[in-house]
């Protein structure tokens, strides 16, 4: 009996502390007063793995203290007048094994931009495979995103299912010609099948050693990828995409790796906003290793580099791909990290901008920035070429990432001393931002 009334204390404190919680604890308190209040509530009521707003720009200080203060309140209260009925009510309430774990995710699946790619009931038998924790991973992170970027923009993203016969799928979620975003995509695919050679060509070339039955390479593959491109000059562009592959060799043994990174692209060097989004990504590597975020920095610096421009696409961030080690789940934790910093690391600066004069010159360096952005997503970037040489991949969405308007002009060259020629200094000789 004991046990039972602890649970359902437990899930009811988790759950009203829930919606008590979440828009305010972002600056709020610091997380240990956090945590010790919580554990004041109820000693029995494990709340300290409540998972914490990640953004919350609205409220700070004391009036954040004081609303969470009063919901912390509220949910002493609320477990104080349940307890004597929940001890009367015990027996309908006790789950069964498993049960509480698929009510989780038929939950979380209600909060995203659309059901996902692959079937809830599938999802629930298989909720402790990899490849689903990822799939519910990329589902949450696209939605995030996107409410994130729909509260900045006040218009409404168009969300576009699609099927790809060879096996698998995708949400491909756009907002174009926005208030704010010129064009805005966050795509999600999880997509399976069998590798085809080109595909299977590129991988080899990175050293994997892929060793097929009949010539075939059963394969799953899955990620979230966003490409945001805002009107006003000021407001950088951001790209991030986190990835998950599995492979099934001749002899039934799986190859897995994790990939993906978070970069910024700014039309005008500013100092300030890139040393924020480097510390959002340096905090988020240092918490699996602290040699993740000075390698996967210049690694990006590397990916992100237009050879026949001689410059970098942008002020970096970070990159890595091939991740297999130390092990499946401490590189799904750093990938868990790395996803759930695109909010924080980019929608502050676009807050602080948003309203920031412009000229035409200035736009007109946007435009001439956005076609260099086009020339390396065409010319280099693997996620373009692996989709293209994927039977049945959707082109909308492979080229969701190019910009709505871009200018190509001849010989241009920025004016020496000026803002411009600046950050074309800076993107042909990238700096150390923290």
Same mark, same amino acid.
């Given at each position: 009996?004991?046990?039972?009334?602890?649970?359902?204390?437990?899930?009811?404190?988790?759950?009203? &502390?829930?919606?008590?919680?979440?828009?305010?604890?972002?600056? &709020?308190?610091?997380?240990?007063?956090?945590?010790?209040?919580?554990?004041?509530?109820?000693?029995? #009521?494990?709340?300290?793995?409540?998972?914490? $707003?990640?953004?919350?720009?609205?409220?700070?200080?004391?009036?954040? %203290?004081?609303?969470?203060?009063? $919901?912390?309140?509220?949910?002493?209260?609320?477990?104080?007048?349940?307890?004597?009925?929940?001890?009367? !009510?015990?027996? #309908?309430?006790?789950?069964?094994? /498993?049960?509480?774990?698929?009510?989780?995710?038929?939950?979380?699946?209600?909060?995203?931009?659309?059901?996902?790619?692959?079937?809830?009931?599938?999802?629930?038998?298989?909720?402790?495979?990899?490849?689903?924790?990822? !799939?519910?991973?990329?589902?949450?992170?696209? %939605?995030? *995103?996107?409410?994130?970027?729909?509260?900045?923009?006040?218009?409404?993203?168009?969300?576009?299912?699609?099927?790809?016969?060879?096996?698998? /799928?995708?949400?491909?979620?756009?907002?174009?010609?926005?208030?704010? *975003?010129?064009?805005?995509?966050?795509?999600?695919?999880?997509?399976?099948? @069998?590798?085809?050679?080109?595909? %299977? +060509?590129?991988?080899?070339?990175?050293?994997?050693?892929?060793?097929?039955?009949?010539?075939?390479?059963?394969?799953? $593959?899955?990620?979230?990828?966003?490409?945001?491109?805002?009107?006003?000059?000021?407001?950088?562009?951001?790209?991030?995409?986190?990835?998950?592959?599995?492979?099934?060799?001749?002899? /039934?043994?799986?190859?897995?790796?994790? /990939?993906?990174?978070?970069?910024?692209?700014? =039309?005008?060097?500013?100092?300030?906003? &890139?040393?924020?989004?480097?510390?959002?990504?340096?905090?988020?590597?240092? +918490?699996?290793?602290?040699?993740?975020?000075?390698?996967?920095?210049?690694?990006?610096?590397?990916?992100?580099?237009?050879?026949?421009?001689?410059?970098?696409?942008?002020?970096?961030?970070? *990159?890595?791909?091939?991740?297999?080690?130390?092990?499946? !789940?401490?590189?799904?934790?750093?990938? +868990?990290?790395?996803?759930? =910093?695109?909010?924080?690391?980019?929608?502050?600066?676009?807050?602080?901008?948003?309203?920031? &004069?412009?000229?035409?010159?200035?736009?007109?360096?946007?435009?001439?920035?956005?076609?260099?952005?086009?020339? *390396?997503?065409?010319?280099?970037?693997?996620?373009?070429?692996?989709?293209?040489?994927?039977?049945?991949?959707?082109?909308? #969405?492979?080229?969701?990432?190019?910009?709505?308007?871009?200018?190509?002009?001849?010989?241009?060259?920025?004016?020496?001393?000026?803002? !411009?020629?600046?950050?074309?200094?800076?993107?042909? @000789?990238?700096?150390?931002?923290?």
């Amino acid at each position: 009996m004991a046990t039972t009334v602890l649970w359902s204390i437990n899930r009811t404190a988790r759950a009203t &502390a829930r919606k008590c919680f979440l828009p305010y604890s972002k600056g &709020a308190l610091p997380v240990d007063s956090q945590r010790a209040l919580f554990h004041n509530i109820s000693v029995h #009521s494990r709340l300290t793995s409540l998972p914490t $707003a990640r953004w919350a720009p609205k409220v700070t200080g004391v009036r954040g %203290a004081l609303l969470f203060a009063g $919901a912390a309140a509220s949910v002493a209260g609320f477990l104080a007048g349940v307890i004597h009925f929940q001890r009367a !009510e015990m027996a #309908s309430v006790i789950p069964k094994a /498993g049960e509480e774990d698929n009510t989780e995710i038929a939950a979380k699946c209600k909060t995203f931009m659309s059901p996902p790619c692959t079937d809830v009931k599938v999802l629930q038998q298989r909720k402790g495979e990899m490849s689903t924790r990822m !799939e519910m991973l990329i589902m949450e992170t696209q %939605a995030e *995103f996107c409410r994130a970027l729909e509260e900045v923009d006040g218009g409404k993203f168009q969300v576009d299912r699609w099927e790809r016969k060879e096996g698998g /799928g995708g949400i491909s979620c756009v907002l174009q010609d926005g208030k704010v *975003f010129e064009k805005a995509g966050v795509n999600v695919s999880v997509v399976f099948g @069998n590798l085809t050679e080109e595909a %299977a +060509k590129q991988m080899r070339s990175r050293g994997k050693v892929l060793k097929g039955k009949d010539g075939k390479l059963p394969f799953c $593959a899955m990620g979230v990828s966003s490409v945001i491109h805002p009107k006003n000059p000021h407001v950088p562009t951001v790209h991030f995409n986190y990835r998950y592959f599995e492979i099934e060799e001749e002899d /039934g043994t799986k190859q897995w790796w994790f /990939g993906g990174g978070t970069d910024l692209t700014p =039309t005008y060097i500013n100092e300030e906003d &890139a040393a924020q989004f480097h510390s959002v990504l340096k905090e988020a590597c240092d +918490k699996h290793h602290p040699q993740y975020y000075p390698d996967f920095k210049k690694w990006c610096d590397r990916y992100f580099y237009i050879r026949h421009r001689d410059e970098t696409r942008g002020v970096g961030g970070i *990159f890595f791909d091939d991740l297999d080690s130390p092990g499946q !789940e401490e590189a799904f934790a750093f990938v +868990k990290s790395c996803a759930e =910093t695109v909010v924080p690391c980019y929608l502050p600066i676009v807050w602080k901008h948003l309203d920031d &004069a412009f000229s035409p010159e200035e736009k007109d360096w946007q435009q001439v920035r956005r076609g260099r952005y086009v020339e *390396f997503n065409l010319v280099y970037d693997r996620g373009v070429k692996f989709g293209l040489a994927t039977p049945g991949s959707r082109i909308e #969405s492979i080229l969701m990432s190019l910009p709505l308007t871009a200018k190509w002009e001849y010989m241009h060259e920025p004016p020496k001393g000026t803002r !411009e020629a600046e950050m074309q200094e800076v993107l042909r @000789n990238p700096r150390e931002w923290v």
